[in-house]
């Protein structure tokens, strides 16, 4: 999936990361591999980015470091409350009722999930709904953040303000951490994916269909012809009437919007989408 960028170094960086490291960041945006590599450069001590890439090429413990800093991981529980809400409210009752018809549970995707935060989140409303045998999948492309995320061991700093339906309900406090409540942790399964690899769904997926993805603030580091890749997988494992909801600085452009549509139930804002009859 390597794209070039119009700087020789980078690639020679991205290359570097992709042989060495097993992670290809060819489709990130240059501005981000940029941002992140001069960082992590000024780090090491070192003025010029040829410099750099001559001293990533022979230090394995760069090399991860370098890979960490471009695995971006902006995440927290009850990040943007509205969305949120509206889900709650809003989009999981109807969701629900559809699934229950077809006689089986939820499944719902976390794509990009950091560190597990957002994954348990999403986990927490479904299972406050009492929904039966719905299931939760959180993916990301570190493996690192992937274990820690099934740990669900978070430092009890990193709560902030928690409605009730996700405080008490769902963690234990354990001094200055909180842990995951066990009553949570059997429908909910993380893996590592590449989104814009070629599995089209997370292994620890039942079936390659959803019926609501959460991709959020993943698109906006993308170079736009990994986003379409990246949009028409997420197209292929939501059947139509399946909601996709993105960041709220991320929208759709190109032929995604013959896939998506906006949901009229709540703000624009929000960036949330049902899926349309469109094939892909």
């Given at each position: 999936m390597t794209l070039a960028t119009d700087n020789p170094v980078l690639d020679r960086v991205v290359a570097l990361l992709r042989d060495l490291q097993g992670v290809d960041f060819g489709g990130h945006t240059a501005s981000t591999l940029t941002r992140?590599?001069?960082?992590?450069?000024?780090?090491?001590?070192l003025s010029d980015l040829p410099a750099y890439a001559r001293f990533l090429a022979g230090n394995p413990a760069e090399q991860l470091a370098l890979r960490s800093a471009l695995l971006v991981q902006v995440t927290q529980f009850w990040r943007?409350?509205?969305?949120?809400?509206?889900?709650?409210?809003?989009?999981?009752?109807?969701?629900?009722?559809?699934?229950?018809?077809?006689?089986?549970?939820?499944?719902?995707?976390?794509?990009?999930?950091?560190?597990g935060r957002e994954t348990w989140t999403l986990a927490s409303l479904l299972?406050?709904?009492?929904?039966?045998?719905?299931?939760?999948?959180?993916?990301?492309?570190?493996?690192?953040a992937v274990q820690f995320a099934q740990d669900g061991v978070y430092a009890a700093s990193a709560l902030g303000e928690l409605p009730?339906?996700?405080?008490?309900r769902t963690l234990d406090l354990k001094g200055a951490y909180v842990q995951v409540k066990p009553g949570l942790r059997p429908a909910v399964r993380f893996c590592v994916h590449d989104l814009a690899g070629v599995q089209i769904a997370p292994e620890a997926a039942v079936v390659a269909r959803f019926d609501l993805v959460l991709c959020r603030n993943v698109?906006?580091?993308?170079?736009?012809?990994?986003r379409e890749v990246v949009l028409r997988k997420l197209a292929a494992v939501l059947p139509a009437g399946g909601v996709l909801v993105l960041g709220l600085s991320e929208s759709l452009h190109g032929?995604?919007?013959r896939w998506f549509e906006p949901l009229v139930e709540v703000s624009r804002q929000l960036r949330m989408y049902r899926r349309t009859q469109e094939a892909l």
């Amino acid at each position: 999936m390597t794209l070039a960028t119009d700087n020789p170094v980078l690639d020679r960086v991205v290359a570097l990361l992709r042989d060495l490291q097993g992670v290809d960041f060819g489709g990130h945006t240059a501005s981000t591999l940029t941002r992140r590599v001069q960082w992590r450069a000024a780090l090491c001590g070192l003025s010029d980015l040829p410099a750099y890439a001559r001293f990533l090429a022979g230090n394995p413990a760069e090399q991860l470091a370098l890979r960490s800093a471009l695995l971006v991981q902006v995440t927290q529980f009850w990040r943007d409350p509205p969305m949120w809400e509206a889900l709650h409210d809003k989009v999981l009752p109807t969701l629900g009722y559809a699934s229950r018809r077809e006689g089986r549970g939820l499944r719902a995707w976390s794509a990009g999930c950091a560190d597990g935060r957002e994954t348990w989140t999403l986990a927490s409303l479904l299972w406050a709904s009492a929904a039966d045998g719905w299931l939760v999948v959180g993916s990301d492309l570190d493996p690192t953040a992937v274990q820690f995320a099934q740990d669900g061991v978070y430092a009890a700093s990193a709560l902030g303000e928690l409605p009730e339906l996700l405080g008490p309900r769902t963690l234990d406090l354990k001094g200055a951490y909180v842990q995951v409540k066990p009553g949570l942790r059997p429908a909910v399964r993380f893996c590592v994916h590449d989104l814009a690899g070629v599995q089209i769904a997370p292994e620890a997926a039942v079936v390659a269909r959803f019926d609501l993805v959460l991709c959020r603030n993943v698109l906006i580091y993308l170079q736009p012809q990994v986003r379409e890749v990246v949009l028409r997988k997420l197209a292929a494992v939501l059947p139509a009437g399946g909601v996709l909801v993105l960041g709220l600085s991320e929208s759709l452009h190109g032929e995604a919007t013959r896939w998506f549509e906006p949901l009229v139930e709540v703000s624009r804002q929000l960036r949330m989408y049902r899926r349309t009859q469109e094939a892909l």
